[in-house]
C-alpha cells in the first residue's frame, strides 16, 4: 500500500516533470519552505520560480530510482536528464500536511551543471580570442 504523503509526492513529482507546473503547484502549501543547495526559500511563488526555469528549459525526462513514504513524509530520489547534463541525481524529502507538500528538502548533484558551466565559459574565451 502507498502512503498518503507518498501519493502527493508522486503525483507532485509526475506534475513537473511532465511540464504541468500548475498541477505541481496545487500540490504544494502556500506558506511551503524549501531547502535547497542555493539556500531556503520560503512560499509558492519563490519555490515556483525555482522550479519554473529548471522544469521549462532544461529538463528532458526523470527516472525514478526510489521512493518510500509514511503518513508524513516521501523520499523521492531519481536521476534527470537534462540539456547541461546527461546524468543529474537528485532527492527530495518532502513533509505534507493536510495533503499539501510544506516542507522539501531538495539535493542534487550540482558538479554536472558546474561543469558544463565552465565548458560554456572557455567555448566564449576560445571564441572572443
Known sequence: MTSSALQIALAYHRAWTGGDLDLAMGHI???VVLDAPAGRLAGIQAYREFLAPFAERFLVRT????AFGDDDRALMMYDAETIPAKSAPAAECVTVRD????YNRF???????DEFRRRQ???GAVQGR
Request: aromatic share 10%; glycine share 10%; hydrophobic share 50%.
Open 29 to 31: 502549501a502556500g506558506d
Open 121 to 123: 565559459a572557455q567555448a
Open 99 to 102: 495533503g499539501k507538500i510544506v
Open 63 to 66: 527516472e525514478m530510482i526510489a
Open 107 to 113: 539535493v542534487f548533484d550540482r558538479t554536472p551543471f
